[in-house]
């Protein structure tokens, strides 16, 4: 309530039927996540973090030029563009950076819309795929998303989960461990 945004359900209302944009249309959206969002909530007052969660949302309304902007969940806002170019988007990613003081550790991540995106499930799952990828990310402040990083996320979640179930049920014939000797070659 304290942004006046739409929420996640509006949004999946929104794009149930969506099959792609039409010709010539294209759509791009960036990600915004709120990374240290429940560790200030540990150490902050809950008045605090409210100013500076609606201070972040006056800037995406002053900035993005959008709207279409939604608030995912507690950490996570999204603006989606129609037609924009990708120099313009990342502007207004810098202007909101630039021109927000506050202790929240914002990452911004892009998603454009590809062939891939053809309905509700790829539109959630590329939001979520970039979600992942932003609070495993320490330096950059946005990242653009592409399909090789969002290969990387499903193999590296892939391994976990297989690696979790062997870990369980044992490891027989599926994974062993072969040592390889590292020598030194000017002491032996």
């Not at 790829?122 to 592409?146: C, G």
């Not at 870990?167 to 030194?184: H, K, N, R």
């Amino acid at each position: 309530e304290s942004t006046g945004f739409y929420n996640r359900t509006y949004l999946i209302n929104k794009y149930s039927d969506y099959k792609g944009g039409p010709e010539g249309n294209h759509i791009n959206a960036v990600v915004y996540l709120i990374k240290n969002l429940k560790r200030l909530e540990l150490v902050s007052s809950q008045d605090n973090i409210i100013r500076q969660v609606t201070e972040f949302s006056d800037a995406l309304n002053k900035h993005c030029e959008s709207d279409e902007i939604y608030r995912y969940a507690d950490d996570v806002f999204i603006v989606v563009y129609q037609n924009r170019q990708m120099v313009d988007i990342i502007r207004t990613i810098n202007n909101i950076f630039e021109n927000i003081e506050s202790e929240l550790d914002l990452k911004a991540g892009i998603i454009h819309e590809t062939e891939a995106i053809a309905n509700l499930q790829d539109v959630i799952r590329s939001i979520d795929l970039t979600t992942v990828r932003l609070h495993d990310e320490k330096e950059a402040r946005y990242v653009l998303m592409n399909e090789g990083i969002q290969d990387e996320i499903l193999l590296n979640q892939r391994l976990e989960h297989d690696l979790r179930r062997l870990s369980v049920t044992g490891f027989g014939d599926e994974l062993y461990v072969v040592f390889q000797p590292q020598i030194d070659i000017i002491n032996n």
